[in-house]
Every structure is written in structure tokens, then in C-alpha cells.
Nanobody
Framework: QVQLVGSGGGLVQAGGFMRLSCATT????????MGWYRQAPGKQRELVAS???????TYPDSVKGRFNISRDNAKNSVYLQMSSLKPDYSAVYYC??????????WGRGIHVTVSS
């Protein structure tokens, strides 16, 4: 079983930056994919970044150039660095892991509010 512990949310100004963290309770070598999702009020949850065990990253066009996902294998952690933030980026952000043995786990939501 896997537990995901996220941190780093809060309030930031438009144009600013924020770094989210997600630590796992198992080795990242046992996880095929780590990703970050967000869900704004009244909208569906959407992918904003992902990284494979090989280090390949994926971003939707809406956040390219602003979001960066990275991994620290020694700390069994992944990070999401967000810059040039917009007010419509305000949402609850979630860490997700897809394990090598076929299970999906979600972390607790992290609230991010971007002020005008």
C-alpha cells in the first residue's frame, strides 16, 4: 500500500510562484507514474503534470512554461513548481501515483489560492 503526503499550498499573488511537495511511503522505483492534478470549483479534475520512472514529463498546453514537475528519488518525493501564477489557477491540487503493481493512489487535496 502507498500513502501520499502533500504539502506547500496556501495563498500567493498573481504572477508569483509556489512549490508543492508530495512524499510517498514506498520507493519511487515501485511507482510507474507520479502526477499532479487540480480541481477548481464546478470543474472536473484535470492533469497538470506527470513524470514517469524514466523521467519523461507531460504538461497540458494550459500550463506549459509555468509548471515544472521534478523528482527526488533519495527522498521518495515529487515536486510541482508553479510560476507566473494566474487567478484562475486557484484550485485544490492532488498528488497521484500509479504503482508498478497496478494500483492508483491519491493524496489529500492541497488548497492553492492565487489573488489578483
Amino acid at each position: 500500500q502507498v500513502q501520499l503526503v502533500g504539502s506547500g499550498g496556501g495563498l500567493v499573488q498573481a504572477g508569483g510562484f509556489m512549490r508543492l511537495s508530495c512524499a510517498t511511503t514506498v520507493s519511487i522505483s515501485n511507482i510507474n507514474l507520479m502526477g499532479w492534478y487540480r480541481q477548481a470549483p464546478g470543474k472536473q479534475r484535470e492533469l497538470v503534470a506527470s513524470i514517469t520512472v524514466a523521467g519523461d514529463t507531460t504538461y497540458p498546453d494550459s500550463v506549459k512554461g509555468r509548471f515544472n514537475i521534478s523528482r527526488d528519488n533519495a527522498k521518495n518525493s515529487v515536486y510541482l513548481q508553479m510560476s507566473s501564477l494566474k487567478p484562475d489557477y486557484s484550485a485544490v491540487y492532488y498528488c497521484r501515483s500509479d504503482t508498478a503493481y497496478g494500483s492508483i493512489y491519491w493524496g489529500r487535496g492541497i488548497h492553492v489560492t492565487v489573488s489578483s
